[in-house]
Every structure is written in C-alpha cells, then in structure tokens.
C-alpha cells in the first residue's frame, strides 16, 4: 500500500513539475490545512534537500515563518564546523521572535555547524530612514554578502493573510485587493501571473537577486495557498518547490 502511495505521489511530482513549468517538485503525503503534523514532515523534506544541495562555502538566505521555523527546527545537529553562511534573507522583524528570519537562520547555522550573521532592521522604513541605515557598517557588510547568497530557502504565503499578519495600511490593502496581489514572498506580493503587484521597504534581496540565486527552494503547504504557489513559481523555472499533496492536488485542479 505504502509502495502505491510512493508510487502516486512520485506521479504527482512530475505532473506539477510540468504544470508548474519548474525544475523538481517534491510532495510530502497529507494536507496541513487539515493536520498541521505534516509541516513537521515539510521541515524534515526541506532540511534533508538544503543538505544534499549544500556545497562547501555556501551562503544560504531564509526568510522567517511558521514553515522556514520548521525548516530549522526538523534540520538535524551536524558536529563537523563547516565554512557556510546563513543570512535572514530580508529585514522585516515579523510577528515574533519564533517566526523572524534572523532567529530562524541563527537556528539553522548553529544546526549546520556554520556561521551566522543577523539584519537587524524592521519593514516598512522611509527612504531617508534606508539610507541611513544602508550607511551603518554593520548593516552595510550583511547587504553586501547577501548579494553572494547562492541558495535561498522562502516560505510562500497569501498576500490576504500576509498584509492582515503584518498590519498594513487599508490604503495598501486596497491596492493589493484591486491589483489581485494572491502571493507574498520576501516582502513582495504578486498577482497569479506572477507580476509584481507591491513590495515592502526594507533591506534586503530583491526580485533581480531573486532571480540570480543558484539554488532557489520555495516551501509551502496547504491548499489554501495553491493560487500563492502558482504564482510563485512563474518567477523562475529554475527553482525547487516543497509542498504538500493537499496543494498539489488543489493546484492540478486549478491550473
Ligand atoms: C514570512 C516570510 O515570514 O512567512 C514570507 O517572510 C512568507 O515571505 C511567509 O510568505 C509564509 O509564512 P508561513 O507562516 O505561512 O510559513
């Protein structure tokens, strides 16, 4: 029976891979909008892919979330001291501190046995505010390496849900509801067709590194983020997607 399921979910793989128009898919069995166990087995699918793509200086960028914490939480200890990187891919401080992206990439390094660095540094700044800022060394010295981050991992949210969590103005509610924004990820939310629709002002990659980075891993989960997915993964081919088999399925339906 088990040998069966295998054998469907590798069919669904591939069938999303060509739905999708992207590299690899890779599906876990169950749906998390039903049972929120299987973000436990995404942490474990999503930590054993980062460590089969890991190469020997790799800088890796996450982004916060309930799903990248338990990307974090599922990696396991690694005892030999490796030369990687892990950088919170954006500022923006979140909701809290379990979910914020510095917490979470310390977590991973110190799993990895790698180093670390932090951005300490909220959404939403003014220009003038980001100027300042882009002139601290500190802040200055992680900008600069993050244009070396050559794996990002990014959790993949709604841009409904992700505008209410980050309490945004009814002036950029409007905005994203009128222009049909459906996705958020790293501070930028998209329409299904993957158009930018608005981003968050803050300090980090944009969607021109975005597209550079060698290893792209987006993980999410449910079908309640299906149309978020499909809109995700028109932003680049060449990238990796971890998800569940209740999107999987809800997207081949809809696609
Ligand atoms: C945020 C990331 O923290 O988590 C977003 O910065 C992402 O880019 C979102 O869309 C997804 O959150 P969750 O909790 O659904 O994994």
Redesign the pocket.
């Known amino acids: 029976e088990q040998i069966h399921r295998f054998k469907g979910l590798n069919y669904l793989e591939k069938s999303l891979e060509k739905e999708l128009n992207i590299r690899k898919v890779i599906i876990v069995p169950g749906n998390s909008d039903e049972d929120e166990l299987i973000l436990k087995d995404i942490g474990k699918a999503t930590s054993n892919y980062i460590v089969d793509k890991l190469e020997k200086n790799s800088i890796i960028g996450i982004?916060?979330?309930?799903?990248?914490a338990q990307v974090a939480e599922e990696m396991p200890v690694y005892k030999k001291k490796s030369d990687l990187l892990v950088l919170p891919a954006r500022g923006?401080l979140?909701e809290n501190v379990e979910?914020q992206?510095n917490n979470i990439a310390a977590k991973l390094a110190q799993k990895l046995c790698g180093n670390y660095k932090l951005l300490h540094v909220p959404d939403n700044l003014s220009e003038e505010a980001m100027e300042a800022l882009l002139s601290v060394k500190e802040i200055k010295e992680v900008v600069d390496i993050m244009r070396n981050i050559n794996m990002l991992v990014?959790?993949?949210?709604r841009a409904d849900i992700?505008a209410s969590r980050r309490h945004f103005s009814d002036d950029v509610v409007k905005h994203l509801c009128e222009n049909r924004a459906v996705a958020?990820?790293?501070?930028h939310y998209f329409n299904t067709k993957g158009k930018i629709i608005w981003e968050t002002n803050t300090i980090g990659i944009s969607l021109s590194d975005f597209k550079n980075i060698k290893t792209i891993i987006g993980v999410a989960s449910g079908e309640n983020k299906a149309e978020a997915i499909i809109s995700i993964c028109r932003l680049k081919e060449d990238m990796t997607l971890i998800t569940d088999e209740g999107a999987a399925k809800k997207i081949l339906n809809i696609v």
């Open positions: 982004t916060g979330g309930t799903t990248m923006g979140g979910t992206a990014f959790g993949i949210g992700m958020e990820s790293f501070g």
